[in-house]
């Protein structure tokens, strides 16, 4: 399923709406997210894994398959990943390494880090995300499942600083660690 980013939930303090479009499918043992991003500049500072990578021109995706915890993948325009668990925004328990180098990751910008420059008419980022990442569940399949999540595009420390979300959340500062908005959505298997 294609899906496009059209919520700015705090578009008054963040009136930079870049062009985002997301397709979300599986292959069964796997998540499969590619984003392709429209906006005036791009950076990907953060150096390593589980760094500050929402800083930067950064694509999530926060599920919830079931139970209170819920899993946070962020990814920069470099395809350096930050994934968290946890039931809300403090306390998250950070993937190890063993679970980080699981999820492949490829970008239209290449894998080294860059400071904010403007960017390409489009560039695009694609995530393999397996079963077997959300380590603190069981799962072996996303065939057939329904997920609570939502999906987003930020960069905190642009020039134009952006918030955009794929469902709603209706509260007055930013903050994406919300499952209590997160939504229902039917994966589509691509095989």
Not at 127 to 132: H, N, S
Not at 145 to 155: H, P, R, T, V, W
Request: glycine share 6%; hydrophobic share 35%.
């Amino acid at each position: 399923m294609k899906y496009e980013l059209s919520n700015a939930p705090w578009l008054h303090d963040y009136p930079y709406r870049p062009q985002v479009e997301v397709s979300l499918s599986t292959t069964g043992d796997a998540l499969l997210l590619h984003f392709r991003v429209k906006e005036d500049t791009v950076r990907a500072v953060a150096p390593h894994d589980n760094g500050h990578v929402w800083e930067d021109s950064c694509c999530e995706f926060f599920v919830q398959p079931e139970g209170s915890l819920y899993y946070n993948f962020e990814c920069n325009a470099a395809g350096t990943l930050l994934i968290g668990c946890g039931p809300q925004r403090e306390g998250r328990e950070l993937a190890p390494q063993e679970v980080l180098q699981q999820v492949e990751r490829w970008s239209s910008l290449g894998r080294e880090p860059f400071d904010e420059k403007p960017a390409p008419d489009e560039w695009e980022l694609k995530l393999r995300i397996p079963a077997t990442a959300l380590w603190h569940h069981q799962l072996t399949s996303f065939s057939g499942l329904s997920l609570k999540c939502n999906i987003y595009k930020c960069g905190d420390k642009l020039r134009q600083p952006h918030f955009l979300s794929l469902f709603p959340i209706p509260i007055a500062k930013p903050d994406f660690h919300r499952p209590d908005f997160f939504r229902e959505i039917k994966v589509i298997s691509n095989v």
